[in-house]
């Protein structure tokens, strides 16, 4: 089953990764025009239907609390969060491409997963040093993620998978990270 994911993972959620990195700079020329449009919903403000994929579904384009209140989370606009610059910076730096989270393309919730196994580390995450192929199954779809942290560095590409959660409910994106400078 470990060959059947690795080989998924290069042919799969390698270029799914990719895809996901090139519809950020989309976002950047999308989201000022869908914050034209964006409306009131239960008390958060959403993009409309046509630029959800640009959302963050859990906060909507005003952010978080922390992000909303916190200088250490939104030193640029911190003094106007609700302002269009402040929701610009939310929806395209801070959490590019979020809506993504929902779609079924791009993520997964592990409790639906018939399994999810790894080799290498359980734990891997910030100031945890070490290396993780991850592989769950739902049905015939496979979810697939590599994850290592070391002094060189973070990369972690694929799904944000966690196997010493694996019942985790939370849907869990895609990412493709490669930050060199991560541990300087």
């Known amino acids: 089953m470990i060959i059947l994911a690795i080989i998924w993972f290069l042919l799969i959620d ?7 990195v090139l519809l950020i700079p989309l976002g950047l020329i999308i989201v000022p025009t869908a914050l034209v449009f ?10 409309p239907s046509w630029a959800s994929l640009w959302d ?3 906060y909507g ?41 929902r779609s079924k393309l791009f993520s997964v919730s592990q409790s639906d997963c018939d ?31 590599v994850y290592l942290y070391n002094k060189y560095g973070e990369y ?5 998978l966690l196997p010493d959660e694996p ?4 849907r869990t994106g895609m990412t493709f990270i490669i930050n060199p400078l991560k541990n300087l």
């Open 61 to 101: 384009t005003y952010g978080n609390n922390s992000y909303q209140t916190n200088k250490a989370y939104n030193p640029l606009f911190y003094k106007n969060p609700k302002g269009f610059w402040s929701q610009y910076y939310w929806l395209c730096i801070r959490n590019p491409v979020n809506g993504a989270t």
């Open 56 to 58: 963050n579904p859990d």
């Open 38 to 47: 964006a409306k009131e919903e239960d008390g958060v403000r959403r993009l």
């Open 167 to 170: 019942k985790r409910s939370r």
């Open 14 to 20: 390698v270029p799914l990764s990719l895809m996901r």
């Open 115 to 145: 399994f999810v196994r790894y080799t290498g580390n359980i734990k891997v995450d910030n100031y945890l040093l070490g290396f993780q192929f991850v592989y769950a199954k739902s049905g015939a779809r496979l979810y697939t993620g």
């Open 156 to 160: 972690r590409i694929g799904f944000k």
